[in-house]
């Protein structure tokens, strides 16, 4: 199992208890995902975080973490470093709106049908839940908090990055915040 380390701390966090789970409970309260984690036996540094809306709904928050911050997609994109996204839902989405949207979205980005293990891996989603997307340079590892990941190969992998901080990203808001420009 992947294990996350808070800089900060001492603790080893599991895979289910990431960063963005740092929401506030009170006024005043710390919020927001920590500057930096261990994965993969690297260090990571927050790059940027951002907001996914549809309509006027929030969906999720993401948080991208790099080995080496950039502002440039191009350059995160093409990097070999690993990376870590991770997103918590804000709201209950239905799985035939995740299938409707990736399979748009793997159409539009790479011309390509969605990957089978991926298809099978969508569920209804709960708000509160999160899902991280670990790039190592050979594969990506996309799973929910305490589900086995599904493993993706590269290219396929540096594309569905591209639907976040790419030319043709679902939404201009959340690239500018994952990239650290907002």
């Known amino acids: 199992m992947l294990l996350l380390t808070r800089r900060a701390g001492l603790s080893l966090l599991p895979l289910l208890a990431l960063p963005l789970a740092a929401l506030p409970l009170r006024a005043g309260a710390q919020q927001g995902p920590p500057p930096s984690l261990q994965a993969a036996g690297r260090r990571l540094v927050l790059n940027g975080t951002g907001r996914r809306r549809v309509f006027l709904f929030e969906a999720f928050r993401a948080a991208l973490y790099l080995e080496t911050p950039s502002h440039d997609a ?10 870590l996204l991770i997103l918590r839902y804000s709201r209950d989405i239905p799985r035939d709106r995740l299938v409707s949207g990736w399979e748009d979205g ?13 298809r099978a891996r969508l569920r209804d989603l709960r708000e509160g839940e999160e899902e991280t997307w670990l790039f190592l340079p050979d594969y990506v590892e996309i799973a929910y ?9 590269n290219p396929l992998g540096a594309r569905m990055l591209s ?18 420009l907002s």
């Open 145 to 153: 908090a305490g589900e086995r990941p599904v493993r993706m190969n």
């Open 163 to 180: 639907a976040f901080i790419g030319p043709k990203a679902q939404s201009s808001a959340l690239s500018q915040g994952l990239l650290g």
């Open 106 to 118: 793997f159409r539009e980005r790479c011309a390509c049908a969605m990957p089978d293990d991926f």
């Open 74 to 83: 191009e350059s995160i994109l093409a990097s070999r470093q690993v990376k």
